[in-house]
């Protein structure tokens, strides 16, 4: 199978940078993804990462490195609206998404 | 585009009664998934289809959970009978085909909660 772990909680400052660690196990995977989830919300869709390296949207950049199977999402210029739950999934194969255990991320001014 | 669209958005009911969510994925996706979020065991997959074919139901807890895509536009899935362990908020998301990022857009869930 595969599982795939995160911090539980990461507090931040207005301004800063922050880094939400994912490392995983999995006898083979397509990619990682990262999503964002509110309070009370739905998980949407952040970023992928198919290959080994930086992929960077906008204040998000992703990092893969399959070697460590390890991979982080970097959010610059924290914002408050940033306050939220960042989940890191592997892409399994067979259009099979499976989910970290999240992190829960809190910006304060 | 309304997104994907999930009914009920909030359900109370009691213990022994029969549970039906409801799922409209976005028009021309054809993967539909069926996930199910507890602070307990975070996102779990429980089911997904693809062009209206079940693939994958291993993570469907038990057989009192079933789940059906009768046509491309509509999904549900059931619980009979319902438990309080099953109190938890139920995603249903969709996805274009093809390869690439996995895209999963998700509705924006059904809450519930068995007394």
């Keep these: 199978g595969q599982s795939l772990e995160q911090p539980s909680e990461v507090t931040a400052v207005e301004g800063a940078i922050v880094q939400i660690n ?4 999995t006898s083979g995977f397509y990619g990682l993804s990262w999503y964002q989830q509110h309070d009370g919300g739905a998980p949407t869709f952040l970023s992928y990462n198919a290959l080994d390296g930086l992929e960077e ?3 998000f950049s992703s990092f893969l490195s399959r070697s460590d199977s390890y991979g982080y999402l970097l959010l610059q210029e924290l914002q408050m609206k940033d306050s939220a739950s960042y989940f890191c999934a592997l892409n399994t194969g067979f259009q099979k998404l499976v989910f970290g255990t999240g992190t829960r991320l ?3 001014p | 585009d309304a997104g994907v669209i999930q009914s009920p958005r909030h359900e109370v009911t009691e213990m022994g009664q029969e549970v039906t969510l409801r799922c409209k994925p976005i028009s021309g996706h054809n993967s539909l998934f069926w996930y199910r979020q507890t602070m307990m065991r975070g996102l779990e997959l429980l089911i997904y289809f693809n062009n209206n074919v079940p693939i994958d139901d291993s993570g469907m807890p038990e057989d009192r959970f079933s789940a059906k895509m009768p046509n491309a536009s509509f999904s549900t899935l059931k ?6 362990r099953d109190s938890a908020v139920y995603f249903c998301a969709s996805r274009i085909g ?9 509705g924006a869930g059904s809450r ?3 007394l």
């Design chain 1, 22 to 25: 994912c490392t995983y196990q």
């Design chain 2, 79 to 84: 619980i009979q009978p319902s438990e309080p």
């Design chain 1, 57 to 59: 949207t906008g204040r």
């Design chain 1, 106 to 108: 809190l910006v304060s």
């Design chain 2, 112 to 114: 519930l909660t068995v």
């Design chain 2, 98 to 106: 093809g390869s690439g990022a996995n895209v999963l857009t998700f």
